[in-house]
């Protein structure tokens, strides 16, 4: 697997292969944060998730995100569920809008005010 390291703004070319042992073997980064990555990738990849959800009373939505990263193959299904929820207002930065989201024992929350 071809990879590009997202961790910073060097991104270095990661190709990344299982070894018949089944470990993992990265080559082609410059710092352990490029290892861990390509890793992670292959093994358990994982991305925040940010959204928008209704607020009633209101054209305006509630802009939201995953409290930590999440499985890459729960993002549909935590982006459809965004899609589908409403909150009450007043909302607060980091409170909590969606808890352990499809089962990923992530919480969403919200990063923005909503007033009344
Ligand atoms: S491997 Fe290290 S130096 Fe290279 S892009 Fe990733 S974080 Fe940056």
């Keep these: 697997m071809q990879l590009t ?5 060097r991104g ?3 190709t990344v292969e299982r070894n018949a042992d089944g470990t993992v073997k990265v080559t082609g980064h410059a710092c352990p944060r490029g290892e861990a990555y390509g890793i992670a990738e292959m093994t358990n ?3 925040m998730v940010t959204g928008l959800v ?3 009373g209101t054209r305006r939505p509630l802009p939201v995100k995953t409290r930590t990263a999440i499985p890459k193959g729960k993002i549909a299904d935590v982006t459809n569920l965004l899609a589908n929820t409403t909150v009450l207002p007043p ?3 980091g409170d909590l809008i969606v808890p352990d989201a499809c089962g990923t ?3 969403v929350v919200a990063t923005a005010n909503c007033a009344v």
């Design 12 to 14: 270095c070319e990661l």
């Design 54 to 56: 209704r607020v009633a």
């Design 5 to 9: 390291c997202i961790n910073c703004p």
């Design 91 to 93: 909302k607060r930065i």
């Design 105 to 107: 024992g992530v919480d």
């Design 45 to 47: 990849p994982v991305r």
